[in-house]
């Protein structure tokens, strides 16, 4: 069975400053999707970026990058230019096969004025 | 507005009590998921529905029960509620161009 892990539960941020959130996953499958998603206090559930596992090419969106080392199994979103709408938890999921997303338990960020 | 309409946004019931989640799926897609989250918890996998049919089953409590119309919308039934069902419920749907989009969720509470 697939499992996503994010080791992190908290993290902090200076404003303006540059932040990254670990991602860790495990699985059998070779096409795979995976993404991060954003939980702001309003609890609605946002896509931030998603990944490809065929693709080596790292994903990016404005802001927000990911690494993605499919070798390692690891999936780092990093937020440049933090700003304060960017505190939320922060989930990492896994799509394959099976087609129902797999969630972390998530990392909530942070951001200091 | 993501296009994943859920009602009600709010529901307050007693325990013992039955309820019923409406979930309408972004136009076009087929797909319908439904996931736990608990205060300060992940998202739990329910069950999945594709295309009226059900496709697959998470850790759903045999209390709970789901389906999907001919229209598409999904309804998730909750019956003989425990104060521990009390969480947040949403529902996605979903094209693999694009991933999961989620509704805005229904926030369950069991007095």
């Known amino acids: 069975a697939q499992t996503v892990t994010q080791s992190q539960p908290e993290m902090s941020v200076q404003e303006a400053e540059t932040v990254t959130l670990s991602c860790t996953y495990d699985t059998s499958e070779s096409d795979y999707y995976l993404f991060w998603y954003k939980q702001p206090p309003s609890r609605q559930m946002i896509l931030v970026i998603r990944?490809?596992?065929?693709?080596?090419q790292n994903a990016t969106e404005n802001r927000f990058s990911v690494n993605f080392q499919k070798a390692a199994k690891s999936f780092s979103l990093k937020i440049s230019d933090s700003q304060l709408g960017d505190a939320a938890m922060y989930f990492c999921a896994y799509g394959g096969a099976t087609n129902k997303l797999i969630f972390g338990t998530g990392t909530l960020l942070a951001v200091q004025p | 507005d993501s296009g994943v309409t859920q009602t009600p946004k709010h529901l307050i019931t007693a325990t013992g009590q039955r309820v019923t989640l409406r979930c309408s799926p972004r136009?076009?897609?087929?797909?319908v998921y439904w996931y736990q989250q608990s205060l300060d918890q992940g998202l739990q996998f329910l069950i999945q529905?594709?295309?009226?049919?059900?496709?697959a089953k998470g850790n759903i409590l045999e209390r709970f029960s789901a389906q999907q119309f001919p229209d598409l919308h999904s309804e998730l039934n909750l019956s003989s509620l425990e104060l521990g069902d009390s969480a947040l419920y949403f529902c996605a749907s979903s094209d693999w161009a694009y991933g999961y989009t989620f509704g805005s969720g229904t926030r369950l509470t069991v007095v």
């Open positions: 529905y594709y295309n009226g049919e059900e496709r």
């Open positions: 136009s076009g897609d087929l797909s």
């Open positions: 990944q490809e596992a065929y693709k080596q």
